[in-house]
């Protein structure tokens, strides 16, 4: 990749789990300069030293917390990107994209939380008259997905389904915020666009199973994701948008699906509480299951010739390489953004933004397939 200049890019929460790998995606390349950031400055320095030993190019640590960082703060460092990997975003602020947008930094950042990404339009005035782009989500969802979705939909002439599921493998260790998140979802109701109408659906109800190919069959259930607003949104005609995930293990994921009516029926409030104690749990266990994750994404609807069609996207992320692919859409982002291949401004969710062959292109030396297939259905009975 040909660099117009050097850039210097910010990783918010770059110890952890997904930040991490952002940044040694990112250290490989010779014209990126890569700061690393969060609240305890001590394991970051010792984490940007194995970094700069492994890339034979400095990397640096600082001290900084996404809630309390300022404009000032971003402009002293340098920065030309700012990317927020620091999570969870369901009960999370803008104060970092705001204080990176009042640097005239460009902002990205790897939300999945629905109401988060939604609302996050709301900092377009502000990121245009900065001359920047602020963009959220750029990760596995609604990032990954979506662009899998623009890439395909040009070989249907209408999409009337859409399905996607993830499950990563157990040996993945996500920390304790991301459990609290997960596990606060669990029989909450989500709002969900099936048949047509939207319909009131539970956190880890739906209970089915589906095949992630060397990934094995996993257990899915229902979870709250911005797909499921914003591809009702841009595809016109759209029936049905369906999100589920899955744990491996499949005592663990019926745990979740059994607790769900207790919290459906107000019995308990929210497992968020229990995170520490079934992550504790959890990691006794990790010799249960695999390292091998997956996602999938199935379109139905009407082809060219008229008849039903169906296509199915398949991820295989195997030998520990899952933890990679949520990262995989924002670093092929800062790429573009860095070689100035994408210009434009403002501020919005990370739907169809990065093609997905970019994205793809940064598993290059991963464990990490993916395969489409497609296929005629037959004609329904009118």
């Known amino acids: ?16 789990a997904f930040g991490a790998k952002i940044a040694e995606l990112l250290a490989r390349d010779p014209g990126v300069d890569v700061v690393l950031a969060g609240r305890r400055l001590a394991p970051l320095e010792k984490q940007a030293a194995s970094l700069a030993t492994a890339s034979g190019r400095p990397v640096r640590a600082v001290a900084l917390d996404a809630n309390g960082a300022t404009a000032h703060d971003i402009t002293q460092l340098g920065i030309r990107i700012v990317v927020n990997a620091s999570g969870p975003f369901q009960a999370g602020s803008y104060a970092l994209a705001e204080a990176a947008i009042g640097a005239s930094c460009h902002y990205i950042d790897l939300a999945d939380a629905r109401a988060f990404v939604r609302c996050f339009r709301q900092l377009d005035p502000a990121a245009r008259a900065a001359g920047v782009l602020a963009v959220s989500g750029a990760s596995s969802v609604p990032g990954l997905s979506s662009a899998v979705i623009a890439h395909y939909a040009g070989t249907f002439a209408s999409l009337s389904e859409i399905d996607i599921a993830i499950s990563p493998g157990n040996a993945f260790d996500p920390g304790v915020a991301t459990i609290s998140s997960v596990l606060g979802g669990v029989g909450q109701p989500i709002r969900m666009l ?17 095949c992630f190919g060397k990934a094995g069959r996993r257990w899915l259930g229902y979870v709250d994701v911005p797909d499921l607003e914003l591809l009702p949104e841009h595809i016109a005609g759209v029936r049905r948008v369906r999100f589920q995930a899955g744990l491996e293990v499949s005592f663990f994921h019926v745990g979740l699906w059994a607790a769900s009516w207790a919290v459906r029926a107000g019995l308990i409030r929210s497992l968020a509480p229990l995170a520490p104690p079934l992550l504790a749990i959890k990691r006794r266990l990790s010799r249960l299951g695999s390292d091998r994750g997956g996602m999938i994404v199935e379109l139905r609807g009407t082809g060219h010739d008229g008849m039903p069609k169906a296509l199915t996207w398949r991820l295989e992320a195997l030998n520990g390489h899952g933890p990679y692919v949520p990262t995989l859409t924002s670093v092929a982002l800062i790429r573009r953004l860095a070689s100035g ?28 397939v993916a395969t489409a297939h497609e296929k005629a259905l037959p004609s329904r009975i009118a």
């Open 341 to 368: 291949a994408e210009t434009r401004t403002g501020a919005f969710a990370c739907h169809a933004i990065v093609p997905l062959a970019d994205i793809m292109a940064e598993a290059k030396g991963l464990d990490i």
């Open 194 to 210: 099936d048949d047509g109408a939207w319909r009131t659906v539970y956190g880890w109800q739906g209970l089915r199973r589906a």
């Open 1 to 16: 990749m040909s660099l117009h200049d050097r850039y210097s890019i910010l990783i918010v929460g770059g110890g952890g």
